[in-house]
């Protein structure tokens, strides 16, 4: 199988119950406020380049951003922050993402979400995570050759990203590196290793607040970029 292939599959994946009632109750009640819009309303595939030195975890998509337009972040505020950040670092060829046509492209960078579906209150439960894990876990055997770096947005990022790696057999060092803004640690396996970067996700909670900072977003990106090119 390859990420075309991978895309397709998780597209029309239905394997939990909620989320699927969720993200259709949701297409239901908000597509016709979009009506000049084609409505997503499934699974959120991977964004990005397919040969990326650079992985960017999410949580979720958001269930009228991403869920809505198809496109990971695209249509919401966290992906407004993310975006810019991105295209500000030389990641990304605008800063805006509107919708799933406006001619984004990440450059050397592919983002995906652990959990494919929006679930109420950006909340899944851990049934969900796990199983959705095996979607993530797919999908970083098949960029395995290229990533050398992953940004990990927030706490739930980075342990999806520590889980699904060790999932893969790869070594994570005891007791497991905590999350923290611009720690960084390393994995190791298949011959490669990977640096793992943490980054205070651009939620509303975390840039209302002053918690995270356009400087403190693109100090993560740019030291992404940085090791993505060695
Ligand atoms: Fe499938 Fe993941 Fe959506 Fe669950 S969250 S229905 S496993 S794509």
Redesign the pocket.
């Known amino acids: 199988v390859g990420l075309d292939e991978l895309d397709a599959r998780?597209s029309v994946?239905?394997?939990?119950p909620r989320?699927?009632r969720w993200r259709e109750q949701v297409a239901e009640t908000k597509r016709a406020s979009y009506a000049d819009q084609p409505y997503w309303g499934r699974?959120v595939h991977g964004l990005g380049s397919p040969t990326p030195s650079i992985l960017v975890v999410g949580l979720a998509p958001a269930a009228n951003g991403g869920n809505r337009t198809g496109r990971l972040f695209t249509g919401d505020r966290s992906g407004d922050w993310l975006f810019a950040s991105l295209h500000r670092v030389g990641l990304a060829t605008q800063g805006t993402s509107v919708h799933a046509a406006d001619g984004l492209a990440l450059i050397d960078t592919r983002m995906v979400a652990t959990?494919?579906?929006g679930p109420p209150q950006n909340k899944p439960t851990t049934a969900?995570r796990d199983?959705?894990s095996p979607?993530i876990e797919a999908e970083l055997r098949l960029l395995a050759e290229h990533v050398r770096v992953v940004v990990a947005l927030g706490g739930y990022g980075w342990d999806a990203t520590l889980r699904s790696y060790a999932a893969l057999g790869w070594e994570v060092s005891r007791p497991k590196p905590r999350f923290g803004h611009g720690i960084e640690a390393t994995l190791v396996g298949d011959g490669r290793s990977v640096t793992l970067l943490g980054c205070y996700h651009p939620s509303q909670q975390n840039t209302f607040t002053g918690r995270l900072t356009e400087p403190m977003l693109d100090s993560v990106f740019a030291r992404a970029a940085a090791l993505g090119r060695t």
Do not use: K, M, S
Request: one cysteine or more.
């Open positions: 998780i994946c239905r394997a939990c989320l699927v699974p959990v494919r579906c969900e199983t959705c979607w």
